[in-house]
């Protein structure tokens, strides 16, 4: 979505004249990983990640939320149904930056039974004009089936 052009003029009369310029469009993020069923174990650390592409990538905000357990959220419109997940001792976000792709991470240590759920992962970015947009991604974490 960017890239760089050149501009040549030659009327034949001189050397030939160019000019270059770098164009950058603005795009609100596309999901690149769709993964969307992460495993792991009780007692062993899980990894869920999201990966997008998006410019500017500066002014992003990422929301982790853990679905309650029992309730049918989706979205961030069912408040009640969910609670965010933030840093303490057994869960960390991280957000790595390369270029035009973001990957926001959640990593939790020492998984419990109660840590076997539905995640929703969100940005939030401001686009030209002060505008809030977002994307929103479920994740499901689930028990690996025990070795035999």
């Given at each position: ?62 929301t ?70 977002q994307?929103?991604?479920v ?10």
């Amino acid at each position: 979505m960017l890239g760089d052009y050149a501009c040549v003029a030659d009327n034949g009369i001189g050397a030939p004249v160019n000019n270059s310029v770098r164009v950058n469009i603005r795009y609100k993020p596309e999901v690149l990983d769709g993964t969307a069923v992460f495993l792991s174990k009780v007692g062993g650390d899980a990894k869920l990640e999201c990966s997008f592409n998006a410019y500017p990538t500066d002014g992003h905000q990422f929301t982790w939320h853990r679905v309650v357990a029992g309730s049918h959220a989706e979205h961030e419109a069912d408040a009640s149904a969910k609670e965010e997940v933030t840093n303490d001792e057994r869960h960390e976000i991280v957000t790595d930056a390369e270029e035009n792709t973001l990957t926001s991470t959640l990593h939790i240590r020492n998984v419990q039974e109660t840590d076997f759920q539905k995640y929703i992962w969100t940005t939030y970015y401001d686009r030209v004009g002060h505008n809030i947009e977002q994307e929103t991604l479920v994740l499901n974490l689930i028990t690996m089936a025990p070795q035999l």
